[in-house]
C-alpha cells in the first residue's frame, strides 16, 4: 500500500473515529453519564493520533480542511437523523459550500498528495 493510500485511509478512519465521538458527546448529556463520555474520549484520542499518522505524509491545512469538512457533513446528517435536529436552509447551504470546498480541493490542488 502506497504512503499517499495509508494517509487517506488514516485520514477517513479519524474522521470516522471523530464523527463517533462527537455523536457521543451529545449522548454524554453533558458528561453525566460515564460510559458515553468514557467512549467519547477515547474516540477523540483515536482520531487526533490516526490524524497525525494521516500528517505524514500530507500537509496540515489538507489534512485538517478535510478532516474537518466531511466530519461537519457526516455529524450534520447524524444529527439531523438519529437526534432529529432541523437543518435550516442558510444551515444547508453553508454544509453544500463545505462540500464544494472538499471537492475543489480534491479535484483540482497539486497539494492534497493524491
Known sequence: MSVSTMAYAALGTAIAFEVAGTTLLQKSEQFTRAGPTLAMAACYAAAFFLMSVALRAMPLGV???????VGIIVTAIIGATLFKQ??????M?????????????????ATTGH
Open 86 to 91: 432541523a437543518l435550516d436552509l442558510p444551515a
Open 93 to 109: 447551504v453553508g454544509i453544500g459550500l463545505i462540500v464544494c470546498e472538499v471537492v475543489v480541493m480534491q479535484a483540482f490542488s
Open 63 to 69: 489534512v485538517y480542511a478535510i478532516w474537518s469538512g
